[in-house]
């Protein structure tokens, strides 16, 4: 009898152990989630107040590069963690330290920063016909198969921070061409960008859909090339 009750009691003690490591793993991966998204969510406020009275449309200006710069890296946290918050969770499962996300999330950014300081240089305010024909070319890299692979690394979840940041990158160079084309300091169109990148990363690819997309945004831009005026949010609000 005192034996059995003694390899109960043994039973008990290992499977508490077990049990701890599967909730304490569960609570970092649903913190993971929730801190990559409280984070989005706080840059979303941020970026709209760092954008408001600079939406010229196609004619923006980017104003100084401190300026620039402290605009796109929330926004570029607004647009972007949503969609790697499933990555940032498996991240929290292979390395339990307090540090892990966090730096994954930083070096995600980092990536994303020097795309804006890219961006800076180039930059110049332009007119439709430019924003227009920067829309095809996005809309026709939504079909090559390059963007295909792109995206399907993209979504690798035991990559690094970097690794994952320009992996996604080469995923969304497209939308997020169109996106500084349109209008860089748009809330409207950051949305609406954000929206397609979010999904893209999240959902499986389905070549019919991803498809549709690239012709649409192909559709978009010849009408902007053809008729401007009729395209919202696409010159300065009067």
Do not use: N
Request: aromatic content about 6%.
């Amino acid at each position: 009898m005192s034996t059995t009750q003694d390899d109960g009691g043994r039973g008990d003690a290992m499977a508490t152990p077990a049990s701890a490591t599967t909730t304490s793993a569960r609570t970092g991966l649903t913190a993971a989630v929730v801190t990559t998204l409280a984070l989005a969510t706080v840059s979303w406020v941020v970026a709209i107040d760092r954008m408001a009275g600079m939406d010229m449309g196609v004619a923006t200006e980017l104003g100084s590069f401190g300026f620039f710069i402290g605009a796109w890296v929330p926004m570029m946290a607004a647009m972007m963690l949503p969609g790697v918050a499933p990555i940032a969770a498996r991240r929290a499962r292979i390395d339990a330290s307090v540090l892990a996300v966090p730096l994954f999330l930083c070096s995600y950014l980092a990536v994303w920063t020097l795309v804006g300081i890219g961006v800076y240089a180039v930059y110049e305010p332009h007119g439709t016909t430019v924003a227009g024909a920067l829309t095809i070319a996005a809309g026709l890299y939504e079909l090559t198969p390059l963007k295909r692979t792109w995206r399907r690394r993209c979504r690798e979840h035991d990559a690094s921070g970097l690794r994952v940041g320009l992996l996604c990158v080469g995923s969304s160079i497209g939308l997020m061409v169109m996106f500084v084309a349109l209008g860089v300091m748009s809330v409207a169109w950051m949305a609406v960008i954000a929206a397609v990148i979010v999904a893209q990363k999240l959902a499986p690819p389905i070549r019919t859909v991803d498809a549709l997309l690239g012709v649409a945004i192909v559709g978009l831009g010849i009408l902007i090339v053809l008729a401007p005026s009729s395209v919202p949010a696409l010159t300065a609000p009067m």
